[in-house]
């Protein structure tokens, strides 16, 4: 699946003839810094997320509750999923035809809702009723969290590997 | 026999010339490069924020180094064995160009930053700071120098993909 089939050719045209989108294209160093920007902020969310869900197989911090862990990593989580999603829409702007017909980048968008979505549902309402929660229930939600993410982070490398869509 | 014969003889090397040309074999080395970055950095991280006293002032030093930093360790050895093997696959092109020096250059800094951090002057009195918000000196400069290493190393790493 691809997203040509859903949306027209003439918004991922519009997108790639944007400000933001020609002007990255036009520039050599543009894209790299961004991507490396947008892989800091993904080590960033990784890091954060590992921990609390770790939290949650009771593996690290045992000392202090999981809704504690969950608090103190949240800003950390939040923000650098800020600077991915920022960093990933102005890649996606430069090279917007190309991703109209990737499938890799339709199933990472597919994963990456999926995984807000967990996370702001479930996973929020796990971390933050702590002790309420039977162990066996928060392992289970750790370990989809971390499936989620891990998914997303394997679709978007890639998506760089994938010439063509299906 | 200069450095150059040798990386040119493993530049053309069959299984160099495999590792850079094979496209599933490329792909999915690099793939657990990154998982390793993710898993190292991103929890080693939080380690440093707590030396350095940016963040995570409520957990004790020695629980974080103690839980944290084992699995940091096994981050770091898929990320070097991955990135060794990525290494093999443009030999040249690594030994050519800046980034990558750089990279090679501030890596074992950081593994000398870590071993001074275990050395007896610094992890070695951590009973007598462990519930600190500010720690040592020592130690703060640790956790700043393994921030600026590490992300200096992700940039480098990317740089070096970038370069041809």
């Known amino acids: ?166 | 026999m200069h450095f150059i014969n040798f990386v040119t003889w493993l530049n053309n090397s069959p299984w160099s010339v495999w590792l850079r040309e094979n496209d599933y074999a490329f792909a999915t080395i690099e793939t657990f490069h990154i998982l390793g970055l993710g898993l190292s950095v991103g929890t080693i991280m939080w380690v440093d924020l707590r030396l350095i006293g940016i963040s995570m002032k409520r957990y004790r030093v020695k629980e974080m180094v103690r839980q944290l930093e084992q699995l940091a360790l096994y981050g770091f050895l898929v990320m070097f064995i991955s990135g060794f093997l990525l290494l093999c696959s443009e030999p040249l092109k690594c030994y050519t160009i800046l980034a990558f020096r750089l990279k090679a250059t501030m890596l074992p800094l950081a593994g000398l930053n870590v071993l001074y951090f275990h050395s007896k002057g610094v992890f070695g009195t951590v009973s007598e700071w462990d519930e600190a918000t500010i720690t040592p000196w020592r130690a703060r400069m640790v956790g700043t120098l393994s921030l600026i290493l590490w992300f200096g190393i992700i940039i480098a790493g990317r740089w070096t993909a970038y370069t041809s």
């Open chain 1, 1 to 166: 699946m691809v997203f040509l089939k859903i949306l027209p050719i003439s918004f991922f045209q519009w997108c790639e003839n944007s400000l933001v989108g020609t002007g990255i294209r036009h520039s050599i160093w543009q894209f790299p810094t961004i991507e490396t920007i947008h892989l800091i902020g993904l080590t960033i969310l990784f890091g954060s997320l590992m921990v609390v869900d770790l939290r949650l197989l009771g593996v690290v911090l045992r000392q202090h509750s999981v809704a504690v862990v969950a608090s103190d990593f949240m800003i950390w989580f939040w923000t650098a999923l800020l600077i991915s999603v920022c960093t990933g829409v102005a890649m996606f702007l430069s090279e917007a035809t190309r991703m109209s017909y990737n499938s890799a980048f339709f199933v990472k968008i597919v994963l990456i809702v999926l995984a807000v979505t967990f996370h702001l549902t479930v996973h929020r309402k796990v971390v933050s009723s702590g002790a309420t929660n039977s162990v066996l229930m928060g392992k289970f939600t750790a370990c989809l969290s971390l499936l989620c993410w891990l998914s997303v982070a394997l679709a978007g490398r890639a998506i760089a590997f994938v010439v063509r869509g299906f």
